[in-house]
């Protein structure tokens, strides 16, 4: 995927959810931020991201924040964005093998997942998560509380019991992460519910790769 074309600026303060205001050219800006995490160890007074044009109320969108050297993509929709890239090759992905169809937004028991793709050994329900948060050497997910996340994680569950094959996938952003684990110490139902999941289902894990102006995903190989 290639990255749009991006603006640098200040970040300034966090108004809410979806809002940020940042310093663009000297002047002051209200952006829109596309990820309900905290972000709270990366949306810093002073620090420098990237902005997507668009149109609407708003003029720009947050698509990465510089942590340092490193610079992190925080926009939720490129995980989704990546893996669509995968799904219209129509191509072979891990697990699923060859790709014959797919859909967005199938609903199970009354909760939106991500996508429905049907492969070789069958038809799978799939929620996709990305991980922005870092701690030391350790990506972490969710960065916030999440029923949402908790809620689609039982109807992965369900989809089960109907007979889908459910997949969860995590992609990793930070890219200093050398490990992953979910952050019980921010929500601890989701976390053991989510482990509950990869201890019986298949649990696929991504990094995200920035090169030049494309990005791309290769499979997570978590170190020590």
């Known amino acids: 995927m290639r990255i749009p074309p991006l603006k640098k600026a200040i970040f300034l303060n966090r108004l809410n959810r ?8 000297g002047r002051k800006e209200l952006v829109h931020i596309p990820n309900t995490g905290r972000l709270d160890r990366l949306l810093i007074k002073g620090n420098i991201v990237n902005l997507q ?74 929620e996709q998560k990305s991980s922005t948060l870092l701690i030391g050497e350790t990506a972490y997910f969710p960065d916030a509380p999440t029923v949402r996340g908790y809620r689609q994680l039982l109807a992965l569950f369900e989809g089960d019991k109907l007979g889908f094959i459910p997949m969860l996938i995590m992609i990793i952003k930070h890219p200093k992460a050398a490990k992953f684990s979910f952050a019980h110490h921010i929500d601890e139902r989701f976390s053991r519910k989510a ?14 790769t920035i090169k030049e102006d494309e990005l791309t995903l290769s499979p997570f190989e978590p170190s020590g």
């Open 18 to 25: 979806f809002v940020g205001e940042v310093e663009i050219e």
């Open 53 to 126: 044009s668009i149109q609407g109320k708003l003029r720009y969108r947050l698509f990465s924040v510089e942590d340092g050297e490193d610079v992190v993509v925080v926009d939720s929709f490129i995980g989704e964005k990546l893996l669509i890239e995968e799904w219209e090759k129509g191509g072979v992905f891990p697990i699923i093998g060859k790709i014959k169809r797919w859909k967005r937004a199938p609903i199970i028991q009354g909760t939106r997942l991500d996508f429905l793709v049907e492969g070789e050994k069958g038809i799978y329900i799939i």
């Open 195 to 208: 482990e509950e999941f990869t201890n019986k289902f298949t649990f696929l894990i991504f990094k995200l």
